[in-house]
T-cell receptor, first 115, second 115 residues
Framework: NAGVMQNPRHLVRRRGQEARLRCSPM?????VYWYRQLPEEGLKFMVY????????ESGMPKERFSAEFPKEGPSILRIQQVVRGDSAAYFC?????????????FGPGTRLLVL | SQKIEQNSEALNIQEGKTATLTCNYT??????LQWYRQDPGRGPVFLLL?????KEKRKERLKVTFDTTLKQSLFHITASQPADSATYLC??????????????FGRGTSLIVHP
């Protein structure tokens, strides 16, 4: 059973460009979470999604950031018009139904660098 | 405000000794507490979960205690090995959101085990 997959692992963007981060949860997992981690800081929750639904987006900036988890395909975290402050590691985690949130399986992360 | 505190200074110990890491929290009524391990450049890996009504939990060389009066959890690794060197994250979750608990992470404590 493959783990949580994220791609790309590294992404370089210039200010003003768009960044698209993809996350494929573990097989059978219906809950996806996105976190951001800055150097020397803890993981900060951004958004929690189930298939085709955003359940909690309280940690996601209101502007420029959006997330989706379509019926088919990976979950996407989209950052429009990136700024240098968006540079961070973005982690996706998934959990199975019935144990939602209690045991989260993390992907390897996408390291975004904004020049 | 809610706060999770982990020692920011690295813990250096000799191989074979017991490592003890601390997680303190304020203004929380957690339903459960988790410990994760994170290696450089990788996503966190779930280790143990302990619920509010549990005092202690063990898994192989790992032991976690949870004192809701002191608002503290201790994480022990017995017979430590250099391979245990990593950053250890504490995470707390309280009220469920849409059926899923969203954990809040501490910044983590780096453990270095010297051969």
């Amino acid at each position: 059973n493959a783990g949580v997959m994220q791609n790309p692992r590294h992404l370089v963007r210039r200010r003003g460009q768009e960044a698209r981060l993809r996350c494929s949860p573990m097989k059978g997992h219906s809950h996806v979470y996105w976190y951001r981690q800055l150097p020397e800081e803890g993981l900060k929750f951004m958004v929690y999604l189930q298939k085709e639904n955003i359940i909690d987006e309280s940690g996601m900036p209101k502007e420029r950031f959006s997330a989706e988890f379509p019926k088919e395909g990976p979950s996407i975290l989209r950052i429009q018009q990136v700024v240098r402050g968006d540079s961070a590691a973005y982690f996706c985690a998934s959990s199975p139904p019935g144990l939602a949130g209690e045991t989260q399986y993390f992907g390897p992360g996408t390291r975004l660098l904004v020049l | 405000s809610q706060k999770i505190e982990q020692n920011s200074e690295a813990l250096n110990i000799q191989e074979g000794k017991t490592a003890t890491l601390t997680c303190n929290y304020t203004n929380y009524s957690p339903a459960y507490l988790q410990w994760y391990r994170q290696d450089p450049g990788r996503g966190p890996v779930f280790l143990l979960l302990i619920r509010e009504n549990e005092k202690e939990k063990r898994k192989e060389r790992l032991k976690v205690t949870f004192d809701t009066t002191l608002k503290q959890s201790l994480f022990h690794i017995t017979a430590s090995q250099p391979a245990d060197s990593a950053t250890y994250l504490c995470a707390l979750a309280s009220d469920p959101s849409g059926g899923s608990y969203i954990p809040t992470f501490g910044r983590g404590t780096s453990l270095i085990v010297h051969p």
